[in-house]
């Protein structure tokens, strides 16, 4: 495990932008208004070669610790707990303020490396606020600009010898790599929970982990950032699994996202889906299915994403059998490119149904994962394409040579032929089932391409 690196400071000093200028993506949300971030993110840092995981938390605020402000410091006081270090991010430009002379006496009484940072510090209005730093008593100010880059060498050498010893060698070392049988790396399980707001997303991912590690409350809306979060899971052998939990913003109607930062939001969650390998769909059982749960769904599918819906609030749910049933018609009927996606019931208050979620989840990916031998494969289709021929339009035969696997996560097959453009659209679904159903894929989605030989002799004699 790479050290972690917090980031901390009052609201809209520049955390974010810092956070993102490290991990050198846009990961996380970014905006003038105050606030943005309320859960902490973690991401992989690479700092002119020296790598580490940095944290971006929310704003540190002094308000009353049942308030969502508060229970955002909360979060922000939890993440220093075994930091490598704390980066105190201040603004250079607007000089040193109550709240920020708060939260270095806070940091003084910590038991974490404080390393003071000075953002914005560009240019000579920031002048000032550097000099005022020093008050603070956490030593020199680092200077630098989140935002155009500048300072970042200065940064490097206050880091590393939190990182790397005196010969530049990190002090953890890094884990052996297992591999699977293909000899490709096992990473983590990389599961996204998704849905409609308020349904228990953030709150089912603390009861996983078995902590409050995502804020969550009555408010519709808290969660902004699409937050992952390593974690292990230990099976009823005894084995450990790791697994990545990756909470998202809920997903209303596209009509009914007006303000920016919640189209920020949705966008990071759609992010999220193509970062995943199984999606878990969280479904209220107060509210049942629902129109966007279905768009939601058909969207996991068509990013070629494993799915599994979950009923969550099951333990309120009122005339359970009918509900279950209910749902499962209405899944086959909307999703009906993927038949029988698993469909499970949990709560997020007492637990129940977890384990089953996660072990399912492990499932679905080793057959989202699953690579077919060439052979095997092509005496599945020799059969199927024998016990149902493809049809002849104009009194020409279509020819059916042979499939190959070309992918995996999703898996996707490639079959070869002639006059594979004239193959109705029932056939090709006939082909896709049938590779679910008799080689183990179940109900991931499967990608089917067709290869029309361009050579101008196949068709002789045709």
């Given at each position: 495990?790479l050290?972690?690196?917090v ?8 955390k974010s ?6 991990v050198?993506k846009?990961i996380?949300l ?10 902490r993110?973690?991401g992989?840092a690479?700092?002119?070669g020296l790598?580490?995981?940095i944290v ?11 308030s969502?402000?508060g229970?955002?410091r909360v979060?922000?006081e ?5 930091a490598?270090?704390?980066?105190f991010l201040i ?5 040193i303020t109550?709240?920020?002379s708060e939260?270095?006496r ?5 038991d974490?490396?404080v390393i003071?940072?000075a953002?914005k ?5 920031a002048e000032?606020g550097l000099l ?6 956490l030593?020199?100010p680092v200077?630098?600009?989140a935002?155009?880059g500048?300072?970042l ?5 206050a880091l590393?010898?939190?990182?790397e010893?005196e010969?530049?060698n990190?002090?953890?070392q890094?884990e052996?790599?297992l591999?699977?049988e293909f ?13 409609r ?6 709150t089912?991912i ?5 902590e ?7 408010e519709a ?15 009823r052998?005894g084995?450990?699994h790791?697994?990545r939990?990756?909470d998202?913003?809920g997903m209303?109607k596209?009509?009914?996202?007006q ?6 939001s ?6 999220a889906i ?8 969280l479904?209220?059982a ?5 129109l ?8 996991v599918?068509?990013?070629g994403r494993?799915?599994i819906?979950?009923v969550?609030?099951w ?5 359970a059998?009918y ?18 996606v698993?469909?499970?019931t949990?709560?997020?208050i ?8 996660i072990?399912?989840a ?9 690579r ?11 059969r199927a394409v ?6 002849a339009?104009g ?5 059916m040579?042979?499939i190959?696997?070309a992918k ?9 032929g002639?006059?594979?453009?004239k ?6 679904r ?9 080689l183990?894929?179940g109900?991931?989605p ?6 029309t030989s361009?050579n101008?002799?196949?068709?002789k004699g045709t």
């Open positions: 495990m050290p972690e690196i980031i901390i400071g009052r609201p809209n000093v520049g932008t810092l956070f993102n200028r490290l050198g846009k996380a970014v905006d003038d208004q105050p606030g943005v971030t309320r859960d993110r973690i992989d690479d700092l002119l790598k580490f995981q971006d938390t929310a704003g540190y605020e002094d308000e009353d610790a049942q969502l402000p229970r955002m979060q922000t939890e993440a220093i707990k075994g490598r270090a704390a980066l603004d250079a430009r607007a000089g109550p709240l920020d939260i270095a806070w940091l003084r009484s910590s974490t490396p003071l940072v953002n510090a560009e240019g000579r209005a000032s005022e730093s020093y008050q603070l008593g030593g020199d200077g630098l600009s935002e155009h500048e300072g060498s200065d940064l490097f050498q590393r010898p939190h990182i010893d010969d530049g990190p002090h953890d890094a052996d790599v591999l699977d000899g490709d790396p096992i990473g983590p399980l990389k599961l996204a929970i998704v849905g707001p308020n349904a228990g997303k953030s089912l603390n009861k996983i982990l078995g409050n590690r995502l804020i969550t409350g009555p809306g808290i969660t902004r950032d699409s937050i992952s979060i390593d974690w292990q899971w230990q099976d052998e084995t450990l790791e697994v939990l990756i998202t913003a209303r596209k009509a009914r996202v303000e920016k930062l919640e189209k920020l949705v966008a990071d969650a759609r992010r193509d970062f995943a390998e199984v999606v878990v769909l479904l209220d107060t509210k049942g299915l629902e966007q749960d279905l768009k939601i769904a058909d969207q599918l068509q990013e494993a799915l819906i979950a969550n609030k333990d309120v749910a009122e005339d059998s509900l279950f049933n209910g749902i499962r018609a209405a899944l086959d009927e909307g999703l009906a490119q993927v038949k029988g698993p469909l499970l949990v709560s997020a007492t637990g129940k149904g977890i384990d089953t979620m072990a399912t492990l499932d679905v990916r080793k057959a989202w994962s699953r077919v031998p060439t052979g095997i494969l092509n005496r599945w289709f020799e024998e016990d149902n021929p493809p049809p339009p009194g020409r035969r279509i020819k040579r042979y190959t696997q995996t996560r999703p898996p996707g097959f490639a079959i070869f002639t006059r594979l453009d193959l109705p659209e029932s056939y090709r006939y082909l896709v089932n049938g590779i679910r159903r008799d183990g894929f109900a991931v499967v990608r089917l391409n067709l290869r361009r101008p002799f196949d068709d």
